[in-house]
């Protein structure tokens, strides 16, 4: 769930495998806003608080249970949630969060798990710095960890902590 920055009103919240639904009344009435994409397995939800016109949306389930839901990628709106653009990372699979520079809208952090089925480099915290267009990938643990989790240091923007989490999911393994 995350809230406008400048009207409470306007609230997202996005679901395990139910896409993303948008109130625009307290909450009174919530309608869905996401159908239209491949994936509804809904990581993360972020408003650039520099611009609320503009929506992260993180695909995949981060929660990686026993059926994962798997996703394909980072959805950008810029029109509040009534169109949306696929900016990449569909090989991480799960997006578990999403952070946006607080003074610079152009660089987005985002936390991967990968594809829980099996081992392999897609995982990791990647960082673009042109608002989305392309993604570098700035940390990387090992094959079967992901990052689950992130905080931004709040005087220092430039400083991301960041949670691993060692997660394989098939039908041989579990860890």
Do not use: C
Not at 25 to 44: R, S, V
Not at 74 to 101: C, F, M, P
């Amino acid at each position: 769930v995350t809230i406008h920055p400048t009207n409470d009103a306007i609230m997202y919240a996005g679901f395990s495998t139910g896409g993303v639904w948008k109130t625009t009344d307290d909450g009174e009435t919530w309608n869905p806003i996401f159908d239209d994409q491949l994936f509804l397995a809904i990581g993360d939800i972020v408003i650039d608080k520099n611009n609320p016109d503009i929506v992260y949306v993180g695909t995949g389930d981060p929660n990686i249970s026993g059926y994962p839901h798997i996703g394909n990628g980072v959805y950008k709106s810029t029109d509040a949630g009534a169109t949306w653009t696929n900016l990449g990372l569909e090989a991480q699979r799960i997006v578990s969060k999403i952070i946006i520079h607080p003074t610079n809208s152009e660089i987005i952090y985002v936390a991967t798990m990968g594809l829980p089925f099996e081992e392999n480099t897609d995982r990791g915290l990647y960082k673009s710095t042109d608002g989305g267009t392309t993604w570098n990938q700035i940390l990387f643990i090992d094959t079967n960890a992901g990052i689950i989790d992130m905080v931004m240091q709040p005087d220092n923007p430039d400083i991301i902590y960041a949670a691993a989490w060692n997660r394989i999911r098939n039908n041989n393994e579990s860890t």
